[in-house]
């Protein structure tokens, strides 16, 4: 049961009449009309027990954008229902600051009909959202009491990554089939697959030029190449301590997954086969032998769920599982970050492990912060910002300098910029027959 501001207002309005009259008649002759009028107006409010709850609408959305949930309310009482109704989901499900507004709902539903509520949710972490229960309160005609319940109507959202860099992908695909099309290439040894033979335009290479063809015709003829397909990459993310930083208002994390599923696409795309791995002390997400269609939805479905945790990444274990998961030769792109003392405690001594058998790309989010730290002059305290840069940057760049001297190609950019230049990394490599 729940009583009103009404009643409340009522209650001070009789104190005040009753003022003359101190004591419990006055008391009595204020109280007691006013309880039964609350006692009459909860017995006319509708039930909240037999009311029929049912819920449609969305079950993905991405991260981002605004999901639909509708409830359904039916009304199987013999008395019209007026009432106040709470969906209630956790606070992630909706924009800062608009929770209150959003799910509470007023509504009238004759008695046998049903009415349905539209909940419109705005996500703001990734993963699986359930809603609490579904409170009603149901107000009687004279608007003094109400009887109120609650209501467990389960639903799932699912609120996947939000796949930003998606929009790179039309530019990464037609430098794609300028690969496959027009792209020349030195030898065949350099693992590419014959395509077509063209007439010689002056700049090729007159090492591709094929001069049986050329007797053949009254042109030179160049041999062009395609890069190789059916390559094999395997993403490995690093979901320890360091991919819970935040850089900007974005955890590392969350930044790594759009880099991934934009280097998905694109493979997919060039008929590479992708698999993916999760790892921090054991694995987290796997998805292995997926192809055609279903393997960007089951990529998407994988890092869904993930979150990176409080724990120092097991890089040894980690190598072994990549190894494990790439018995023949392959892309390995390791999606971590630059930082010195665990790319050294860590990294470091399992890197030769992998690039005996394969090729292997490191990368990571570089923090715009720090340069705009290294800019700053003209106080103390930027001069000790821009100085703590500068011994960032150099730590930094010393690191990277000992990945490449191991054969590792090093890929660091600012979250924004990281899927876009790990996809152009990627095409390099596919250009250079180094896949």
């Known amino acids: 049961m729940a009583l009103t501001g009404r009643t409340a207002l009522l209650a001070a309005l009789g104190a005040l009449v009753a003022g003359p009259r101190p004591g419990w008649t006055g008391i009595l002759a204020v109280a007691l009309p006013l309880l039964g009028c609350v006692l009459v107006d909860l017995a006319l409010a509708a039930p909240v027990r037999p009311l029929l709850l049912a819920r449609s609408g969305d079950t993905t959305v991405r991260l981002g954008e605004e999901a639909t949930v509708h409830l359904t309310v039916t009304n199987a009482a013999r008395r019209p229902l007026r009432a106040e109704l ?69 639903w799932t ?7 930003t860099s998606r929009k790179h992908l039309p530019a990464k695909l037609s430098r794609l089939r300028e690969l496959d099309g027009r792209t020349t290439v030195l030898t065949r040894g350099e693992g590419t697959e014959f395509d077509s033979l063209r007439e010689y335009v002056p700049g090729d290479d007159v090492r591709s030029i094929d001069w049986r063809a050329t007797a053949r015709q009254s042109t030179v003829a160049v041999r062009t190449w395609r890069p190789e397909r059916d390559r094999h990459l395997l993403l490995v993310l690093d979901t320890g301590r360091t991919s819970a930083g935040r850089v900007g208002d974005i955890p590392r994390l969350d930044v790594s997954m759009d880099a991934a599923l934009l280097l998905t696409a694109l493979a997919s795309q060039a008929g590479d086969r992708v698999d993916l791995l999760a790892f921090d002390r054991t694995v987290r997400a796997s998805v292995r032998g997926r192809t055609g269609g ?3 939805p089951s990529v998407v479905a994988a890092l869904t769920p993930l979150e990176a945790a409080l724990i120092e990444t097991d890089t040894r274990a980690m190598a072994t599982a990549a190894l494990a998961g790439a018995p023949r030769r392959s892309l390995l792109v390791l999606f971590t970050s630059l930082d010195a003392a665990p790319v050294e405690t860590g990294l470091l001594p399992v890197l030769p492990r992998l690039t005996r058998g394969h090729t292997v790309v490191v990368a990571s989010v570089a ?58 990394a990627y095409l390099s490599l596919k250009a250079s027959g180094r896949l």
């Not at 009491?145 to 109507?153: K, L, P, W, Y």
């Open 86 to 154: 709470r969906d209630a989901w956790p606070p992630s499900a909706w924009r800062p600051g608009t929770a209150y507004a959003a799910s509470r709902h007023r509504l009238h539903v004759p008695a046998g009909e049903q009415r349905r509520l539209t909940t419109v949710l705005s996500p703001t972490r990734r993963g699986e959202h359930h809603p609490h229960r579904v409170t009603v309160r149901s107000h009687g005609p004279l608007g003094l009491a109400a009887r109120q319940g609650g209501h467990a109507v389960p």
């Open 157 to 163: 959202l699912r609120v996947l990554p939000p796949f």
């Open 367 to 424: 923090d715009p912060r720090i340069t705009e730290m290294a800019r700053t002059r003209g106080t103390v305290p930027g001069v000790y910002e821009a100085a703590a840069a500068a011994s960032h940057e150099l730590e930094r760049h010393r690191t990277t300098e000992r990945l490449r001297a191991l054969g590792v190609t090093v890929v660091e950019a600012a979250p924004e910029l990281l899927p876009p230049a790990l996809a152009d």
């Open 294 to 296: 279903q393997l960007l």
